[in-house]
């Protein structure tokens, strides 16, 4: 079962890894990332930052919704990261059952416009969220759990 699809440029870090598996108890995290996965290098360093006790795995965006839809993750209290707006458009397209993702940390860059204190987007991603926003899924900005929900859709 998912209990959160988040998306974060900087996936695995203390927000994450102390809060969030904490407060939704999920004993699984999957990485969907094309990028993620063709780079060693950064595989490893997520790997020693996984929290004990929860299982971690990273797979392509392709490759994560083959197994989302096999039903392979079912048996765990799933949280998924990915580290931008296209990638978890892409799986939210190709997996039906996500209802909600968490936006919460894209970096500023040239041509992004901040829209909330860690949350910046370009004409682009905005297209992308109106049309994950027309599909029905909620999509809420939240850096902790604690921290109030916000609507992205009333940010942009």
Not at 60 to 77: E, M, Q, R
């Amino acid at each position: 079962m998912i209990v959160l699809v988040r998306v974060d440029h900087r996936l695995l870090h203390g927000q994450v890894v102390f809060t969030w598996t904490k407060s939704i108890s999920t004993d699984c995290i999957l990485i969907a990332s094309d990028a993620v996965v063709k780079d060693e290098l950064r595989m490893t360093a997520l790997r020693l930052s996984k929290p004990n006790g929860v299982k971690l795995v990273m797979k392509s965006i392709d490759d994560s919704i083959k197994a989302l839809n096999a039903g392979v993750t079912d048996k765990y209290n799933l949280m998924i990261l990915c580290e931008n707006i296209e990638d978890v458009s892409r799986l939210a397209f190709g997996y039906d059952k996500i209802t909600s993702i968490n936006l919460g940390g894209i970096k500023n860059e040239a041509g992004k416009r901040q829209i909330s204190k860690a949350l910046s987007v370009n004409d682009e991603e905005i297209e992308l969220l109106k049309k994950l926003n027309d599909k029905g899924i909620e999509l809420e900005v939240r850096m902790v759990p604690d921290d109030s929900k916000q609507d992205v859709m009333t940010l942009i």
